[in-house]
């Protein structure tokens, strides 16, 4: 784990489960281990090999898109299962390094897309059952969050990799697959290196066509989330609000935060876990990803990519 927000936030659903005892913490920063593992009653162990050699049942990779690799794989060869928080890197080459190796370790695996546990993705799910989707008008309008890495492309693989990928992976829930990109950018983020805005089109296998754009150019979130157009209806879905036909829901996120953790606990104690109302595994996470980052080669090259 590394003591930002993400890794706070498992740490206190994690503590009030009466099953689980967080045991250890590791982070390439010292100060920030021990903060973490005093905030959090836990020890502090010097790197991700000493973490592993530990008598733990998983472990939760909470880094950077730029830290990705060494943990996974030093895991992996321990044997133990893993939560992995998006995205899986900054680009679609390492994750499928990662998930050949994951898949050759065996090792049990759910990837933080959260959205996928809350009441809007379930709502929207059943109220698109049966119905042929047109349309998908997704946007994630945005000011740039307050983590120093986030404005290096080279460390965060850009709003289309980080942030937007939550829109990608619901709407491949809803929707389907994608299987054509074209995507165009509106220049680099002054004083960064990934962009400003982007404007994207995607082709769904199902014949269903779509919009996403992004922008991290605003003081606060302006608005995150997918319009989808089907036949007789119009569902709108976020991690917080569903609207249905022009009638908006706000709804508390906080139930599917803890939802995703309970899953993961359950899956590595052995119980049943419904898929469809748990984090995706590495391999289904790396579709949603590898969407993500033919959509950023899109933006930077402008050529059209296909999907596979």
């Known amino acids: 784990m590394i003591s930002q927000p993400v890794p706070a936030r498992h740490a206190t659903v994690l503590s009030g489960f009466d099953d689980v005892a967080m045991v250890a913490v590791t982070d390439v920063d010292p100060l920030r281990s021990a903060e973490f593992a005093q905030a959090h009653g836990m020890r502090v162990v010097p790197d991700v090999e000493k973490l592993a050699a530990e008598e733990v049942d998983a472990v939760y ?14 895991l992996a060869g321990a044997g133990l299962p893993m939560f992995i928080e998006k995205p899986l890197g900054v680009d679609a080459d390492l994750a499928l390094d990662i998930a050949a190796d994951l898949s050759a370790a065996g090792v049990l695996t759910m990837v933080g897309h959260h959205w996928r546990c809350g009441e809007p993705v379930r709502a929207a799910r059943e ?78 296998a199902c014949g269903a066509v779509g919009t996403v754009s992004t922008a991290c150019v605003l003081d606060a ?32 996120p906080w139930p599917a935060k803890v939802a995703a953790d309970r899953a993961f606990v359950d899956a590595v104690r052995g119980r049943p876990v419904d898929p469809d109302r748990s984090p995706p595994d590495y391999s289904e996470a790396l579709r949603s990803h590898r969407l993500a980052c033919a959509l950023a080669r899109s933006a930077a090259d402008g050529r059209r990519e296909s999907v596979r």
């Open 61 to 74: 990779v909470c880094v950077p898109p730029g830290g990705h690799g060494t943990p996974e794989r030093t």
């Open 221 to 252: 979130k302006h608005r995150a989330g997918l319009e989808i157009v089907a036949d007789g209806l119009v569902v709108g879905v976020g991690e917080d609000w569903l609207e249905v036909d022009g009638v908006r829901r706000e709804l508390d």
């Open 127 to 204: 109220l698109l059952a049966g119905r042929t989707v047109r349309a998908v008008y997704g946007c994630w309008w945005d000011k740039v969050p307050p983590v120093a890495w986030w404005s290096d492309r080279r460390q965060s693989g850009g709003p289309l990799v980080e942030q937007a990928v939550h829109l990608l992976d619901t709407a491949r829930v809803l929707v389907g697959d994608v299987v054509q990109v074209a995507a165009l950018s509106a220049g680099e983020l002054p004083g960064g290196s990934v962009d400003a805005a982007t404007a994207a089109l995607l082709r769904f």
